[in-house]
Nanobody
Framework: QVQLVESGGGLVQAGGSLRLSCASSGAAFSIDDMGWYRQAPGKQRLLVAT???????NYADSVLGRFTISRDNAKNTVYLPINSLKPEDTADYYCTTGKAYSGNFHPRYWGQGTQVTVSS
């Protein structure tokens, strides 16, 4: 099975920036679709951004223009730079690999998550 390890979370002030990373052990990383979800305390896990194996990206409306998903196949890593952080971005962020379907996603494997906390 695939192991995904997220990193880069932390505590930042509103307006600050972070870059989340997700390293995959998957041998077929270059043909996998990847995604980022987030789950705020007491709320459901929601899809934030996806990137297909071909590089096509999709974003939730709430993060469009502030979040950027990218991948480096040579490093088996997916990135999520986040700019202009808002308190409502506070959540656990999870990396996943699976299949993307034009703004939707079907996860197969999950990372353990990395915490992002944004102070007001």
């Amino acid at each position: 099975q695939v192991q995904l390890v997220e990193s880069g979370g932390g505590l930042v002030q509103a307006g600050g920036s972070l870059r989340l990373s997700c390293a995959s052990s998957g041998a077929a990383f270059s043909i996998d679709d990847m995604g980022w979800y987030r789950q705020a305390p007491g709320k459901q896990r929601l899809l934030v951004a996806t990137i297909t194996h071909g590089g096509t990206t999709n974003y939730a409306d709430s993060v469009l223009g502030r979040f950027t998903i990218s991948r480096d196949n040579a490093k088996n890593t997916v990135y999520l730079p986040i700019n202009s952080l808002k308190p409502e971005d506070t959540a656990d962020y999870y990396c996943t690999t699976g299949k993307a379907y034009s703004g939707n996603f079907h996860p197969r494997y999950w990372g353990q998550g990395t915490q992002v906390t944004v102070s007001s």
